[in-house]
């Protein structure tokens, strides 16, 4: 395992093209990258790599990142918009703590964005997770650039709106309501969740994406450490996908999904 510094850091996000006034989406595998020389705990990386983007990019840009809640859909438990801690990870939970943050209102699949467009990217959106109106619709509105720290580019959350917008047979639309708390009041509303079938066996793969990824030429890599940042137009992810899935709606598998008949999907 590797060491690295701040400065490493500013020359990789540099090198992959973060500049001022960017809209960034973060997807990040931080551990990836080995030990960072002035981290002395955890919350020490998460402040030190979200200080460099955010200086990079200045008060005129924008930060978001998933702040999703699986815990209020698969184990019932209430969702309370100030307090949820989110299942996407300890990044994601220091940049919702964060002041001056916003949370998005999906009691499941809510994002929180940080900078001069939060608003627009997390305000009075729809109850759709990936539809009209959703945090990733108004990213991708703005021209935002997925940046992914670590994690393999192929993997971040526009993969499912590509899904939700080619209209894939192994996912659906669940009605979705919790027990959703917001200023101590009690919300009486349904939200709109595309997930999986669960009685499929679904598992991308990531790899094979990336490979066509590669070939189309839109993605800036930088080595930090032991691993690697990546960062690459949002818009012209979801299109490649798009593309992919409408000749193919099974591509994102090594082979078709086993569809029975009878069962859902194949009713």
Same mark, same amino acid.
């Given at each position: 395992?590797?060491?690295?510094?701040?400065?490493?850091?500013?020359?990789?996000?540099?090198?992959?093209?973060?500049?001022?006034?960017?809209?960034?989406?973060?997807?990040?595998?931080?551990?990836?990258?080995?030990?960072?020389?002035?981290?002395?705990?955890?919350?020490?990386?998460?402040?030190?790599?979200?200080?460099?983007?955010?200086?990079?990019?200045?008060?005129?840009?924008?930060?978001?990142?998933?702040?999703?809640?699986?815990?209020?859909?698969?184990?019932?438990?209430?969702?309370?918009?100030?307090?949820?801690?989110?299942?996407?990870?300890?990044?994601?939970?220091?940049?919702?703590?964060?002041?001056?943050?916003?949370?998005?209102?999906?009691?499941?699949?809510?994002?929180?964005?940080?900078?001069?467009?939060?608003?627009?990217?997390?305000?009075?959106?729809?109850?759709?997770?990936?539809?009209?109106?959703?945090?990733?619709?108004?990213?991708?509105?703005?021209?935002?650039?997925?940046?992914?720290?670590?994690?393999?580019?192929?993997?971040?959350?526009?993969?499912?709106?590509?899904?939700?917008?080619?209209?894939?047979?192994?996912?659906?639309?669940?009605?979705?309501?919790?027990?959703?708390?917001?200023?101590?009041?009690?919300?009486?509303?349904?939200?709109?969740?595309?997930?999986?079938?669960?009685?499929?066996?679904?598992?991308?793969?990531?790899? *094979? =994406? $990336?490979? %066509?990824?590669?070939?189309?030429? +839109?993605? @800036? /890599?930088?080595?930090?450490?032991? !691993? #690697?940042?990546?960062?690459?137009?949002?818009?012209?992810?979801?299109?490649?996908?798009? *593309? =992919? $899935?409408? %000749?193919?709606?099974?591509?994102? +598998?090594? @082979? /078709?999904?086993?569809?029975?008949? !009878? #069962?859902?999907?194949?009713?």
């Amino acid at each position: 395992m590797k060491f690295y510094n701040e400065k490493d850091i500013e020359i990789a996000l540099k090198k992959v093209g973060l500049k001022k006034n960017q809209i960034i989406y973060i997807n990040p595998e931080i551990y990836k990258f080995g030990i960072l020389k002035e981290a002395q705990n955890k919350n020490d990386y998460f402040r030190i790599f979200f200080n460099k983007i955010n200086k990079i990019i200045g008060k005129n840009g924008t930060i978001a990142i998933n702040s999703y809640t699986f815990q209020t859909l698969r184990h019932k438990k209430k969702f309370v918009y100030e307090k949820t801690i989110s299942s996407s990870g300890m990044f994601s939970e220091f940049v919702r703590n964060k002041k001056g943050s916003l949370r998005s209102h999906h009691p499941v699949f809510s994002v929180v964005s940080y900078g001069k467009f939060k608003n627009k990217i997390c305000g009075n959106n729809s109850l759709s997770n990936y539809g009209f109106n959703s945090p990733y619709d108004n990213f991708l509105k703005l021209n935002g650039q997925i940046l992914n720290l670590g994690m393999n580019p192929a993997k971040n959350p526009f993969i499912h709106v590509s899904e939700f917008l080619a209209a894939v047979p192994y996912c659906y639309n669940k009605l979705t309501k919790v027990s959703y708390f917001k200023k101590n009041k009690k919300m009486l509303k349904y939200f709109s969740s595309f997930v999986r079938y669960k009685n499929l066996k679904i598992k991308r793969n990531h790899n *094979k =994406l $990336l490979k %066509k990824m590669l070939s189309s030429n +839109f993605i @800036k /890599k930088a080595s930090l450490g032991s !691993g #690697f940042i990546y960062m690459f137009d949002s818009k012209k992810y979801v299109d490649l996908v798009l *593309k =992919l $899935l409408s %000749k193919d709606q099974f591509f994102l +598998f090594n @082979k /078709k999904l086993n569809f029975k008949k !009878g #069962f859902l999907p194949y009713d």
